[in-house]
């Protein structure tokens, strides 16, 4: 168990934080160090005692927490900071794990904030709250600098509940007030740090590759960005480039403006169609507005497009294998017209019409065995189908399932980075969860810290649309928990690349 030391400068601090403590917190101490830098520091010099016999050398893991006063104005009262970095004495100290630790937090139902703490050795006010702020300072405090000093290489978090803010001063009649409610958020820090402690630990990392971005995506994501650059914003998207939050965040906020249907789109304006395709009618209704199409269709998604269209002018029912109220199952159904028909599952087929010859086609985003299994039961009931003339589910689906699956054989917990409405990262969590537990996450902030404790070696991996960047986010916090060896499993090596349509470069 780790040995945890929880700092707070007053009493009442500590008594919230031992409040919201399990009854036998094993290996975690509070103590009260005092209010101010000299305290803070005398306090920190006997950390070596009093963790019992045969357990000398203080605690394995610190965190400092209490009240604190904000500096940024985004913050108020009863928002709970927590520290990516301390500075003090012209020092910074780094607390990589603090995304996870507020992942934790906010799921515990707090008010997070992320940021940069200061401490002080005087109450801040006026003037010098503003110049802090415009250092890109969140919150201040008094104390955790010099703790910061002496945890040195040690798992560091840094937790402040915001009593007063630059419109609450701390001298005011509703100070008390804030305090009260200041003291049960502490409460409920307490256990979030007590498993924080219990996820600390020395770990390897097992990196899938191939993993993140696939061609179609990047060559999605350079359309919309072309497309801002050449016209300036706004350009409109119809529906999600690709299904990732931190994408679609990141493209809204330099002028990408996504909507669901084109009726939203001003009359003449340029517009995206996003990776996953879409039907005639769509194409047909952005013509009668004459807007501006730019189409950044994947061509493996194009390519089964055209298989429907060669099936259905075929005279043939088209079964597309595929997942109900997905934008690629909808676009290719729409290219089918009314010759296409979904299946989800193998009970599915028992459903479908016998009235003239079959054909069957796969989005390009399930998982493979999953999808030859229904296959084989159109098969089955109809001999004679016809399938695509190569395998529909694209290259990029295809290796990065096999390479979560060499990672998960390995792994205690297999993380996948994602969005829920991620066909292709939902699919790599099935084919890793059949092996270890697997989750998926957005970023960081989604790892549930209960995941980590125990867990030794972690598989991470990452759906073909969600940004490279998050993995390397997840190692460093992970690395705010204790030393990480990093090790790269490698099914494939991906050199595909997507040419750019004309309308895009026009």
Known sequence: ????????????????????????????RVIVTGVGPRRAARAAAGWGAGWGSGRGGGPEAVAVAGFG??????????????????????????????????GELARAGLPVKVGPLVTADHVVRGAERHRLAAEGAYAVDMETGPLARAAASRPLAAVRVIVDTPGAPLLSPATLARGVAARRALAAVGPVLARWAAAIGPRTVLLAEPRSFCAGVERAIEIVELALERHGPPVYVRKQI??????????????????????????GAVTVFSAHGVSPEVRK??????????????????????????????????????????????GTLGEAGGSGVLVQTADDVAALPADRPVSYLMQTTLAEDEAAEVAAAIRGRFPDARGPRRNDICYATTNRQASVRAIAEESDVVLVVGSVNSSNSLRLVEVADRRSPAHLVDDTGGIALGWLAGARTVGLTAGASAPPSLVDDIVAALRGLGEVSVEERVIARESVRFSLPGEALS
């Open 242 to 267: 690709v299904h990732n939050l931190h994408v679609v965040e990141d493209l809204g906020r330099r002028g990408a403006v996504f909507v669901d249907e084109l009726d939203e789109v001003p009359a």
């Open 69 to 102: 006063g904000a500096v940024d104005r985004s913050l108020r009262p009863g928002d709970v900071l927590v520290a990516s970095e301390v500075r003090f004495g012209g020092r910074v100290h780094p607390c990589p794990s603090a995304p996870l630790l507020a």
């Open 285 to 330: 209704a952005a013509a009668r507005r004459g807007l501006r199409v730019i189409d950044a269709t994947c061509p493996l998604v194009s390519k089964v497009h055209a298989e429907a269209r060669r099936f259905a002018s075929e005279g043939r029912l088209v079964v597309l294998i595929g997942h109900a109220g997905h934008e690629e199952a909808e």
């Open 1 to 28: 168990m780790t040995r945890l030391l929880i700092c707070a400068a007053l009493g009442i601090e500590a008594r919230a934080i031992r409040r919201g403590l399990p009854a036998h917190p094993g290996g975690t």
